[in-house]
Nanobody, 126 residues
Framework: VQLQASGGGLVQPGGSLRLSCAAS????????MGWFRQGPGKEREFVAA????????FYAASVKDRFSMSRNSAQNTVYLRMSNLQPEDTAVYYC????????????????????WGQGTLVTVSS
């Protein structure tokens, strides 16, 4: 599976962005797709995930009321809609895929994800 992330950019505090992650190489069916981010001087952290089969979504507490993850089966693509962005959301955002439909206790960890995209930079600044 190859992952291509896009949609990052510069946005003012309070603004919105939508990230996209297109998967190629096979048609997604039971995978788990996730978004992780790594801010300046910080470790990579979980942001959101979706089980392809069923569409269940999971979020980090810090983004739960502001970010929304969705999927488009026809386009083999997942999206991360980010609103009310704050400077602390500044990071390189990576999409990732696991071949498994991950259980809740594993879905927020990076290790179970087999495939990673190249990352897209989101900068929140006035």
């Amino acid at each position: 599976v190859q992952l291509q992330a896009s949609g990052g950019g510069l946005v003012q505090p309070g603004g919105s962005l939508r990230l996209s992650c297109a998967a190629s190489g096979r048609t997604l069916s039971r995978e788990t797709m996730g978004w992780f981010r790594q801010g300046p001087g910080k470790e990579r952290e979980f942001v959101a995930a979706i089980r392809w089969s069923g569409g269940n979504t999971f979020y980090a507490a810090s983004v739960k009321d502001r970010f929304s993850m969705s999927r488009n089966s026809a386009q083999n693509t997942v999206y991360l809609r980010m609103s009310n962005l704050q400077p602390e959301d500044t990071a390189v955002y990576y999409c990732a895929a696991s071949e498994l439909s991950l259980i809740a206790s594993e879905i927020r960890k990076s290790a179970p994800y087999n495939y990673w995209g190249q990352g897209t930079l989101v900068t929140v600044s006035s």
